[in-house]
């Protein structure tokens, strides 16, 4: 990797989110998935209990259980129109054997970009208890605020006009749509789907909380 591959990096960070890095900080790495792998034997071993908040990036979940440490779940609650952390599970739910919190921002596939507030709170009970958090923030770039994406509006009225099958989570960043269909099973709604020319990802696969929800791809058959 050349030099000036990490100085525009540098570079970009700074200008966009006003906080400055120095080379010696960064390293690099062939993927996002890569980097939570070492992460967790770095700062983990096996049997110990490492944190996600599904549903979730389906990596996550697959990452702690091929590396032999247990899985915990602190379910996002959707209310209002959002997904949001809940704090009082995840305290609840810390034992002196948890290590670890595999975090994502903007959250993959709910599409939740956390308020500092948010992040604070999240900090202020993983340091107490010695907990490292990993944040994968791959789509940190790509925020909707103010700026509205097409498909926002192609899916939002689809949805309203189908309130007692259909519920579209509004994202405030990533490029993912997240789409509940209330009264369909994961096989009808796949099938049926395809059967219309839309590829999409099943929510069951980003962990519990998932069943009945899908992702839309950015292609069509």
């Known amino acids: 990797m050349p030099t000036s591959a990490f100085e525009t990096q540098i570079d970009w960070i700074e200008s966009r989110y ?67 952390m809940d704090y009082d599970d995840l305290q609840a739910k810390i034992t002196p054997r948890t290590k670890m919190l ?56 689809l949805a309203r006009c189908y309130p007692r099958c259909m519920r579209f989570v509004k994202p405030q960043g990533t490029y993912l749509a997240w789409i509940e269909f209330t009264n369909l099973n994961d096989k009808q709604l796949f099938e049926g789907l395809i059967k219309q020319g839309l590829g999409v990802s099943m929510g069951r696969n980003f962990g519990k909380g998932g069943r009945g929800i899908c992702t839309p791809q950015l292609y069509t058959a």
Not at 129 to 143: A, L, N, Y
Request: with cysteine; net charge negative.
């Open 102 to 157: 595999l975090f994502c921002s903007p959250h993959n596939p709910a599409g939740r970009v956390w308020h500092k507030e948010e992040l604070e709170k999240l900090l202020e009970i993983t340091q107490k208890q010695g907990i490292v958090v990993v944040s994968d923030e791959v789509h940190s770039d790509i925020v909707w605020t103010p700026h509205t994406p097409l498909y926002t509006a192609l899916l939002e009225d």
């Open 18 to 84: 006003g906080f400055p890095i120095q080379r010696s900080m960064m390293l690099l790495s062939p993927s996002v998935v890569t980097s939570i792998n070492i992460a967790i034997e770095a700062f983990s071993a096996v049997g110990y209990e490492i944190i996600v908040q599904p549903p979730i990036y389906p990596p996550f979940l697959h990452s702690i259980t091929n590396r032999n440490r247990k899985l915990i779940l602190n379910l996002l609650q959707y209310e209002e129109g959002y997904y949001r």
